[in-house]
C-alpha cells in the first residue's frame, strides 16, 4: 500500500511539473490575453477595444513620438468590446498595469459607441457588467511572468494548448509560403501588446463577409444590440481622471469603413460633441481622423492600414501643445 501511495505521489508531482514546463512556454501565440496579462507594468498604455488592439501599432509609435525628447515606449492594453468595454473592471486592470511612480506617460484611449454601451441578448436584455465573468473579471494579477492566476482561472484551455498552438501557427505559415488556401488566420500579440492577425484571405469578397458578420453583431436590421450606459461613460471619465495622474490622456476615435462609421452615427450621432465634451471637461484631447483605409472586415484596420493609421496618429499627437509640454519636464 505505501509503495502504490508513492507511485501516485511519483505520479502526481510529475504532472504538476509537466504542467509547470508547459506555462513556461507560454508566450505571445498562446491566446490574446496571457502575453498581455504576463508582460511588466507599463508607463505608456494604448486602451481600448478590439480596434484598437489590432489598429495601433506601439513599436510605430513610439519610433515617431520619441524623436525630440525624451524616450516613449507604448504597451498595447486593449482588448474587446466584451473583454474591456470602460469601467471598473477595466479601470481596475489598467491601475494594476500602470507604473505607480510614472508621471510623464502618454495614454490613447480608444473610444467609439461600444465601448460606453451596455450589451443586450439576443432577447434584447441587458447583459449588465459583462465584463466581469470574462478574463479581466476573472483575473487579479495582470503582470508578471509566468502568470499562473491567469492560468488558473481564467485559462479557457488545457494547458497542453499552449504547445498546440505553437503548431498550429507554424503550420499556417508553411500552407501560406506555398500559397495553399488557408481559410483560417495566425493570431499573435507581439512583445508590446500589438494583436497581429494574418488573413490568408485578403480579397474584398472575404473583408465583406466579416463585415456583414460585423454588422449582424451589432444590429438585427430593425434594434442595436447595446444601450448607451451613463455608467460606462462615467467610467471613461474616471479612467481619464486616473490617467491625468499618471502623464497625458488623448481620446481618440479610429477610422473605420464608412459602413460601419454610418451606422455607428445612426446608433450614437452626439458620439463626437460627446467626446468633445468630455475632453474639454477634463482637460485633454479628442483626436479624430479620416476613414481612408483598408479594413480586414470593415470596423478594424489590416495589418498595412494599421501601421499607416499608426504612424499619422503619432504626428498628430506629436503636434498638440500637450505633447511638447512633455518634452520640456
Not at 474587446?80 to 494594476?96: F, H, M, R, T
Not at 498595469?97 to 480608444?110: A, Y
Not at 494574418?198 to 442595436?224: C, S, V
Not at 485633454?284 to 496618429?313: P, R
Request: aromatic share 14%; charged share 25%.
Amino acid at each position: 500500500m505505501k509503495k502504490f501511495i508513492i507511485k501516485i505521489l511519483i505520479f502526481v508531482i510529475f504532472i504538476i511539473f509537466i504542467n509547470i514546463a508547459l506555462v513556461f512556454q507560454a508566450d505571445g501565440l498562446t491566446d490574446v490575453y496571457y502575453p498581455k496579462l504576463s508582460s511588466a507594468q507599463q508607463t505608456s498604455l494604448i486602451l481600448g477595444a478590439s480596434r484598437a488592439n489590432e489598429g495601433v501599432v506601439p513599436r510605430l509609435l513610439d519610433s515617431v513620438m520619441s524623436g525630440n525628447g525624451d524616450k516613449i515606449s507604448f504597451y498595447n492594453f486593449s482588448f474587446s468590446n466584451s473583454d474591456s468595454p470602460y469601467g471598473e473592471v477595466y479601470l481596475n486592470a489598467i491601475k494594476s498595469k500602470i507604473k505607480r511612480d510614472s508621471q510623464n506617460g502618454v495614454f490613447i484611449l480608444s473610444v467609439h459607441p461600444w465601448s460606453i454601451s451596455t450589451y443586450l441578448d439576443k432577447e434584447f436584455k441587458p447583459i449588465i457588467d459583462i465584463e466581469k465573468k470574462l478574463t479581466l473579471g476573472k483575473v487579479t494579477q495582470f503582470s508578471g511572468s509566468p502568470n499562473f492566476n491567469y492560468f488558473l482561472n481564467a485559462y479557457e484551455f488545457g494547458w497542453g494548448n499552449i504547445l498546440l498552438k505553437k503548431l498550429e501557427y507554424n503550420i499556417s505559415l508553411f500552407l501560406n509560403k506555398k500559397n495553399i488556401t488557408n481559410k483560417g488566420q495566425t493570431v499573435e500579440v507581439t512583445e508590446k501588446g500589438w494583436l497581429k492577425r494574418t488573413y490568408f484571405q485578403a480579397d474584398l469578397k472575404t473583408a465583406n463577409y466579416r463585415m456583414e458578420n460585423k454588422i449582424k453583431q451589432l444590429f438585427d436590421g430593425k434594434k442595436f444590440y447595446y444601450k448607451f450606459s451613463e455608467k460606462r461613460k462615467n467610467s471613461l471619465e474616471k479612467t481619464v481622471d486616473y490617467l491625468k495622474k499618471h502623464g497625458t490622456v488623448y481620446l481618440v476615435r479610429l477610422p473605420t469603413n464608412q459602413k460601419i462609421r454610418k451606422l455607428e452615427n445612426r446608433y450614437m450621432p452626439n458620439l463626437d460633441a460627446l467626446m468633445n465634451s468630455i475632453a474639454t471637461k477634463h482637460g485633454v484631447k479628442y483626436l479624430q481622423s479620416t476613414n481612408d483605409y483598408s479594413y480586414s472586415d470593415g470596423n478594424h484596420l489590416d495589418q498595412e492600414s494599421a501601421a499607416k493609421y499608426s504612424i499619422q496618429l503619432a504626428q498628430q499627437i506629436s503636434k498638440t501643445d500637450e505633447f511638447k509640454q512633455i518634452n520640456k519636464k
